[in-house]
C-alpha cells in the first residue's frame, strides 16, 4: 500500500511564496511519475504539475506556467512543488498524486494514489 503525506500549505499573502512537498511510503517511488492536483470550492480538481520518474521531463497547467517548480528526490521519496508570486486564485486543496506509470500525465483517472491535501490560502 502506497501513502502519500502532503505538508507546506498555510496562509499567504499575494505576491508570496510556499513549498509543498509531498513524502511517499514504498520502495518503488522513482518508478512512478507524480503529480500536483488543486481543488478550489465548488470547483473540481484540476491539473497543476506533473514529473516523470526521473525527474527530467516536466509539465505545468498554464495558469501556474512560469510560477510554480515541480521536483522530486528520489533518495528521499519526496516530490516538491515550488509557488511563487502567488494568486488568490490559486487558494485551494492542493493533492500529491501517484502516476499509474513512469509517465507524467495531466488527468486525474491516471493517477491511482493520492494523499489527503493540504490548504493554500493566499489572500489578496
Known amino acids: 500500500q502506497v501513502q502519500l503525506v502532503e505538508s507546506g500549505g498555510g496562509l499567504v499573502q499575494a505576491g508570496g511564496s510556499l513549498r509543498l512537498s509531498c513524502a511517499a511510503s514504498?520502495?518503488?517511488?522513482?518508478?512512478?511519475?507524480m503529480g500536483w492536483f488543486r481543488q478550489a470550492p465548488g470547483k473540481e480538481r484540476e491539473f497543476v504539475a506533473a514529473?516523470?520518474?526521473?525527474?527530467?521531463?516536466?509539465s505545468y497547467a498554464d495558469s501556474v506556467k512560469g510560477r510554480f517548480t515541480i521536483s522530486r528526490d528520489n533518495a528521499k521519496n519526496t516530490v516538491y512543488l515550488q509557488m511563487n508570486s502567488l494568486k488568490a486564485e490559486d487558494t485551494a486543496v492542493y493533492y500529491c498524486?501517484?502516476?499509474?506509470?513512469?509517465?507524467?500525465?495531466?488527468?486525474?483517472?491516471?493517477?491511482?494514489?493520492w494523499g489527503q491535501g493540504t490548504q493554500v490560502t493566499v489572500s489578496s
Open positions: 514504498g520502495r518503488t517511488f522513482s518508478n512512478y511519475g
Open positions: 514529473i516523470n520518474w526521473s525527474g527530467g521531463i516536466t
Open positions: 498524486a501517484r502516476s499509474r506509470t513512469s509517465l507524467y500525465r495531466q488527468v486525474v483517472y491516471e493517477y491511482d494514489y
